[in-house]
């Protein structure tokens, strides 16, 4: 296992410097931010980006996320171009050594939440999710600053955009990510570079949209739609945890054994209704993951990659981007590492 941390480039509040400075994290996940969704990143682009993290005496060792335009996940007349430039970005990512890139299908929105900064009983504030405050967003005025969406559109776009996404069943999407699969999953081996889905986050349907990324049955599915070591997955424990019917230690006892687990997303969350959340720290008393059983099943099968805290609460009076500030998640990585070590006395 190699333990990494997510770094948002040179104008992120936690600088390298400090992540050096855990114990155990050499890996860096990251991205080029500085080109448009859809177009190929030159490779200029990611050699920069690897540099910056090498003179920190780090590692680029995973790329999170080529982003996947819009038009492949609609199954547009324009999604042939789309997915031309994502092979070459993946072609490029390869070519710098980077042997992961993560990735998620979801319609329109990324992760979401409806809350940044909930203030749990010891005053520390965190990410949650509740359903019936996702039902009070007024989507008409756009995505404006809501929480995990990482590309805005004002009232006028959104609307055309779900307009769009009427026509698209769940059962399209997989056919429009099969179609992307097919045509990329070829390009990815050929550039040693394997392709690590991220699951929908939560995972079930908002607002009217399809999720397909949800459960151990789709991702059968996935990785059966193009059956090859590349065709990966991201074990995401929060993502997936968010549903009380997902039994991760089973399902990464399952993914892991067939070695398709390429990166493991580690976080915790209490689940305080059928469909809302808060997330919480990462020990497996303080939520409803248990991280010890999910970590015992991927050292039964001696998974060799990386795995990353993933959110933290914000505490200590630390200010910065939601969920990724730098001390919980600090005391994640040493949790995880603690834990590694001792399941593998």
């Known amino acids: 296992m190699q333990m990494t941390f997510r770094w948002y480039g040179p104008h992120d509040r936690v600088p390298l410097k400090y992540i050096r400075q855990i114990p155990g994290v050499r890996g860096i996940v990251s991205a080029v931010y500085d080109v448009p969704g859809g177009d190929a990143w030159p490779q200029a682009n ?34 042939d171009r789309y997915i031309d430039a994502y092979c070459e970005s993946v072609t490029r990512v390869g070519a710098a050594g980077v042997p992961v890139v993560c990735y998620n299908f979801m319609p329109i929105f990324d992760w979401t939440r409806t809350d940044l900064a909930c203030v749990l009983p010891d005053g520390s504030t965190t990410l949650t999710y509740d359903q019936n405050a996702l039902a009070r967003i007024d989507l008409s005025q756009g995505t404006g600053e809501l929480p995990g969406w ?13 307009a769009q996404w009427k026509a698209v069943n769940a059962e399209q999407l997989w056919e429009n990510l099969a179609y992307f699969l097919e045509r990329v999953v070829p390009v990815a081996t050929a550039a040693n570079v394997k392709l690590a889905m ?9 607002f009217g949209l399809p999720r397909i990324i949800t459960d151990a049955a789709a991702l059968r599915r996935l990785l059966s739609l193009v059956d090859v070591p590349a065709n990966g997955l991201t074990f995401c424990t929060g993502s997936l945890g968010s549903s009380a019917a997902n039994d991760l230690p089973s399902m990464v006892n399952e993914f892991a054994a067939m070695g398709r687990i390429h990166f493991m997303h580690c976080r915790n969350v209490k689940r305080t209704g059928p469909l809302s959340f808060n ?42 981007r939601p969920g990724y500030g730098l001390h919980d998640r600090a005391l994640g990585a040493m949790y995880l590492q603690g834990l590694w070590e001792g399941l593998g006395v």
């Open 46 to 79: 990611i050699a920069r980006l690897g540099e910056q993290i090498a003179a920190a005496d780090l590692e680029l060792a995973v790329i999170e996320s080529i982003p996947v335009h819009e038009d492949i996940k609609l199954g547009a007349t324009t999604r």
């Open 150 to 162: 990482s590309t805005a559109y004002d009232g006028e776009s959104l609307q055309r955009l779900l």
């Open 198 to 206: 991220h699951p929908d986050d939560p995972p079930w349907s908002i």
């Open 279 to 320: 997330e919480v720290a990462h020990p497996s008393a303080f939520g409803d993951v248990d991280m010890r059983a999910v970590l015992a099943a991927l050292r039964a099968h001696n998974y060799p990659g990386p795995m990353r805290p993933d959110h933290g609460r914000m505490i200590w009076g630390e200010q910065g």
